[in-house]
């Protein structure tokens, strides 16, 4: 049966993924609302925006934890993939494909034949030209996507109804008759047939006149033979406006037409401003939904339009009002959030507990305190923190603190006492491990001194290659003599912890076993001999080189396509043929005379006369031995008649 094919094996992977990073413990606000969907059979989607995907790194990074589909919010709509008559641009939507791919996401394509968005070159033709050219438009941005998995549907008409249940008098509807509907579904199918067909409106959550009027549309193609598979509920409500009571048995009857059924483009806006008490009413509106959409097997999933306020096409649209996501402005989660995980919570309750932590080893012991280092914990479902369990004199052990790194210093010990500790590791669903093997600490005995080093100053780092730094700074003094220096590290520009690395009892220190290509901020602080502790010293930050220059790459195309004037080559298969890992790529090619290229997408491309420079970007550039990524592509302009292609591809690392 088609609808147990890929997209649904596909979603379940997706849960499968997840599931190994985060878990949902029971009875409170679950999340991420994948790991909770997944399970109950739904998918959970958010509109992806081609510009905030390249330019924000919380939208990626939100986009990518919380769902499993994305419809492009205007990527593959008609005037972004044929601007101009037969001049095609994936590019937007190929972006938007390839991070959903490597997000574990599936892609619901949006939308081919719509009254909005659409060039007046279209819109101008006779029936005769209208009808192939529509034919011609699904064939080509259908057919772009037909043979990635990651694609698995399409909207094949948006919007085509009015109100009242008859069809909108759009450029379609007067130039070709409701005849168009029918043929665009024909063509859909002919150029993917595995693609799951839907028809899309807004204003048809409840029974009415609009969605009675799609209702007996969808019953009578489907009788003729045409190839409709799914109707999407495209939900932009408003909690001015009464919730569509009757939306679940709404679902129902097109479910039992033996179509499946989507909420394609959800929002809750209010009128403006956001209060408190119109973020309950939003976050009941949102409940409502995925209840309505859970009692009904054949609804698929919900896709919401967007997930953060800071961009939502509600103010653009709706002038006087907002809000009518599930994360705000500063991407906090609002009471909408919470109401669609709990909707679909809880999720699997994990029980696996992590491994034991390695025996601690213990570092600057002075006389009040005791570094302690182990090896980390491993966990299905991710390790929360570690507990650290002291016992003085062999008597009973008990929690003395917890950290969330690997290691702990304990302090406010006693001089010259024996100590014994022990550590245990906590997982996201509180499952905790055994304790370690314990290791034995004798504080050393004591000098009475309360004075701490002063700061290390001047911290500086040099001679810094793709996995290592040197790090120096100016003595610290102190009233009984620096004994030694902590080095602190912290991955990344800002954030993250500082966890300590290495000592040193002279003003410098070697960093080892980097990652290439990425920012680390050091510190250091000084300790005396009786253990008194320095704050710490200036920041210094540096990033490591990229990658290394021992791999090596191929560079095979695939023409995609080709007209009179151009050429699409697509993808441009980059392999790495190395038995290392390499970081990054970069391949040059050349172009024939009179070649120009126009368009290319997932690398950072230079041109220089005839040829051309494509480097990797942030996600394609990191593959394995034997590796390949096919996200790079490219579209070239060439005298009309001229039928050669690029030579000369060569691949080169870093
Ligand atoms: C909207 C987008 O969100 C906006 O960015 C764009 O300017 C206009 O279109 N119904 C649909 C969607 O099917 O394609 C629309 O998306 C919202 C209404």
């Not at 896709?303 to 709706?318: A, E, K, Q, V, Y």
Request: net charge negative.
């Amino acid at each position: 049966m088609r609808w147990s094919s890929k997209a649904v094996s596909l979603i379940c992977a997706a849960g499968l993924v997840v599931f190994g990073v985060v878990v949902a413990t029971p009875a409170q606000a679950a999340g991420p609302l994948k790991t909770v969907a997944a399970p109950r059979g739904k998918f959970i989607g958010t509109a992806l925006a081609t510009d905030s995907l390249a330019n924000e790194a919380m939208y990626r990074t939100v986009a990518a934890r919380e769902f499993n589909q994305t419809t492009p919010e205007n990527a593959m709509k008609w005037d972004a993939t044929e601007p101009q008559d037969n001049q095609f641009s994936f590019a937007g939507g190929d972006q938007i494909v390839s991070f959903a791919q490597q997000n574990g996401m599936t892609v619901h394509g949006h939308t081919l034949v719509w009254h909005s968005q659409t060039p007046g070159y279209v819109q101008g033709m006779n029936a005769t030209n209208m009808r192939a050219e529509m034919q011609a438009h699904i064939a080509a941005v259908v057919g772009h996507w037909a043979n990635n998995p990651t694609v698995t549907g399409w909207d094949v008409v948006n919007e085509i109804f009015n109100e009242d249940g008859t069809f909108r008098q759009s450029f379609w509807f007067n130039t070709l008759g409701q005849s168009f509907v029918a043929d665009a579904f024909r063509a859909a199918r002919a150029a993917d047939p595995d693609a799951k067909l839907c028809i899309n409106d807004f204003n048809v959550e409840d029974i009415n006149a609009k969605s009675t009027a799609m209702f007996n549309l969808v019953s009578s193609l489907r009788s003729q033979g045409v190839p409709i598979d799914c109707v999407g509920f495209q939900a932009h409500l408003a909690i001015q406006f009464a919730f569509p009571s009757t939306l679940q048995q709404n679902i129902q009857r097109f479910a039992n037409l033996g179509v499946h059924v989507r909420i394609s483009e959800l929002d809750v806006r209010m009128l403006n401003p956001e209060t408190a008490a119109k973020d309950a009413t939003q976050a009941q509106y949102y409940t409502n939904v995925v209840n309505a959409c859970l009692a009904v097997t054949n609804c698929d999933g919900i896709t919401i339009w967007g997930f953060t306020d800071l961009h939502s096409w509600i103010p653009g649209t709706f002038s006087d009002q907002c809000c009518g996501l599930i994360y705000n402005n500063s991407y906090s989660p609002k009471p909408a959030y919470d109401a669609v995980a709990n909707a679909f919570g809880p999720g699997p309750t994990d029980t696996t507990p992590p491994s034991t932590p390695g025996t601690p080893t213990a570092s600057n012991v002075t006389a009040t305190s005791a570094t302690l280092n182990w090896t980390a914990s491993t966990d299905n479902v991710g390790v929360t923190g570690y507990d650290i369990l002291r016992s003085t004199g062999g008597g009973a052990f008990s929690q003395v603190g917890t950290s969330t790194t690997n290691s702990f210093t304990n302090t406010g010990l006693t001089a010259s006492t024996t100590y014994q500790f022990e550590v245990r590791a906590r997982d996201a669903a509180g499952n905790m491990s055994a304790v370690s093997s314990p290791v034995t600490v004798t504080t050393s005995a004591g000098g009475g001194d309360t004075q701490a080093p002063t700061a290390p100053s001047g911290l500086a780092a040099s001679g810094t290659t793709q996995t290592g730094t040197s790090l120096a700074w100016t003595a610290s003094t102190d009233n009984v003599g620096v004994t030694g220096y902590d080095i602190l590290q912290a991955q990344g520009a800002s954030g993250g912890t500082f966890t300590q690395v290495g000592t040193s009892t002279t003003t410098s220190f070697a960093v080892t076993g980097l990652t290439a290509n990425t920012t680390y901020r050091f510190q250091v602080r000084a300790r005396d001999a009786a253990g008194n502790v320095s704050a710490v010293s200036n920041t210094a930050q540096i990033t490591t080189q990229g990658g290394g220059t021992t791999g090596a790459c191929s560079a095979t195309p695939t023409v995609q396509t080709q007209w009179g004037t151009g050429y699409v080559i697509n993808p441009l298969t980059i392999t790495n043929t190395s038995t290392s890992t390499i970081p990054s790529w970069t391949v040059t090619f050349t172009l024939p005379a009179g070649h120009t290229l126009s368009g290319s997408w997932n690398a950072t491309v230079t041109v220089s006369g005839q040829t051309v420079t494509a480097k990797s970007v942030s996600f394609n550039g990191n593959l394995a031995p034997g590796a390949s990524t096919g996200t790079f592509g490219f579209q070239v302009n060439r005298p009309n008649g001229n039928t050669q292609m690029p030579t000369s591809y060569s691949c080169a690392t870093p």
